[in-house]
C-alpha cells in the first residue's frame, strides 16, 4: 500500500507540475483511476488517500469490483469497448461511459435507459492515431455522430475521449490531443442540443503532461498507481470485438 501511496503522490505532482506549465489550474484537471485487474482492496485504499473517480474495461471485472468498493461511493466510469448485449450490466454500476463510438450501440443504449427511465452521461470516443487496431469514430465522422446521439433524450454528450498514439515520439502523441481538442471547439461552435462537451478525457500514464498541456480534463492513469499488469493491454482492449 505504501507504494500506491508514493505512487498517487508522484502522479499528482506531476499534474500539478503540468498544469502551472500549462498555466491551468490543478483543479481543472481530474485523476481517473484505471483499475483493470486491480484488486479491490487497493483501490480501496486509494479512495481512501482522497480519490473518487475510477474507470473499467471490462463488465465483469466492473461488476465484482463495484460491490466491494460501493462503501466509499466512487464516481464510476466505463472507459472499455462497451458490446451492446452488456448495456444492461454497465448500467447498474456507472454514471459516464466514456467509448460510446457507433450509432447503433447508443440506439440500444437509449432503448434500455428508456425502458428502465434513467439518464447517463457519455463520452464520443474519436480515433484520433488513425489506427485500424483501435477502437473509436473516425475524427471526419465525429461531428455527424454527435448529432444523431444527440437527439437522443436519455443520453448526454459531455465530451470526448481517446487513447492517442502509443508512441514514444511526443510531437506525434500531441497531434492526436490537439485533434481532439479541435473537435471540440468545432462541435462547441455548433451549439449542437443536448451536448455539453465540456470534457476531454485524454493521457495516460506515460503522456499525461502532453495532454494536459493541450487541454484535458481527465487523464486515465492505472499502471503507474497500482503497477504492472499480469496481463496485456491487448486483453483490455480487445481490438478484435467489433460487436
Known sequence: MNNIL?????????????CKKANRAKEEVRLLLAT??????????????????????KVQELK?????????????????????NKIKEVLKWVTCIESIDR?????????????????IDIFIQVNTSFEKSKF???????????????????IHIK?????GLLSSK???????FQLLKKIQKEVIALNIPNVEMSELSMGMSKDLE???????????????????????DSYYWNESDKS
Open 210 to 232: 502532453i495532454a494536459i498541456e493541450e487541454g484535458a480534463t481527465i487523464i486515465r492513469v492505472g499502471t503507474a498507481i497500482f503497477g504492472d499488469r499480469i496481463y496485456p
Open 136 to 154: 473509436g469514430v473516425a475524427p471526419n465522422e465525429t461531428i455527424e455522430l454527435i448529432k444523431n446521439i444527440a437527439k437522443f433524450k436519455n
Open 103 to 119: 450509432l447503433s450501440v447508443a440506439e440500444k443504449l437509449q432503448n434500455k435507459l428508456a425502458q428502465e427511465n434513467k439518464q
Open 159 to 163: 465530451g470526448l475521449m481517446t487513447i
Open 64 to 84: 465484482q469490483k463495484c460491490h466491494s468498493v460501493k462503501e466509499k461511493n466512487p464516481e464510476v466510469h466505463f472507459i472499455g469497448h462497451l458490446q451492446s
Open 170 to 176: 511526443s510531437n506525434e502523441i500531441r497531434k492526436c
Open 36 to 57: 483493470k485487474t486491480v484488486e479491490p482492496n487497493c483501490i480501496n485504499f486509494a479512495l481512501e488517500q482522497g480519490e473518487t473517480l475510477i474507470g473499467e474495461n
Open 6 to 18: 508514493n505512487n498517487l503522490n508522484v502522479i499528482h505532482n506531476r499534474m500539478i507540475k503540468a
